[in-house]
């Protein structure tokens, strides 16, 4: 397990990936040998467990600077026309 490898250095691996909760501990799994090479796959890692969703303020901040960025556009535009000339963005 990943546990018992910790703080450890493997020359050889096999991996079940469907033990593992997360992206994470498969990186930790991973990362305790010293090739890929000698490594065995037993199971694959289940793509549904590498997607992963940013928190609802995450969203929030992002959709509030885009709109920000809508409303400060055109009077960017307006005020460096004098810099770069016609600004068609």
Avoid at 41 to 64: D, G, H, Q, T, Y
Wanted: hydrophobic share 40%; charged share 20%; aromatic share 8%.
């Amino acid at each position: 397990t990943a546990h018992n490898s910790q703080g450890q250095s493997l020359n050889v691996g096999c991996i079940n990936f469907a033990s593992c909760p997360n992206l994470a501990m498969a990186y930790v799994m991973l990362s305790h040998l010293r090739s890929l090479d000698v490594l065995t796959i037993l199971c694959p890692f289940a793509s549904n467990k590498s997607r992963c969703r940013a928190p609802e303020e995450v969203w929030n901040e992002l959709k509030r600077l885009d709109e920000l960025a809508q409303k400060t556009l055109p009077l960017a535009k307006e005020c460096l026309q004098w810099y770069y000339g016609d600004l068609s963005l």
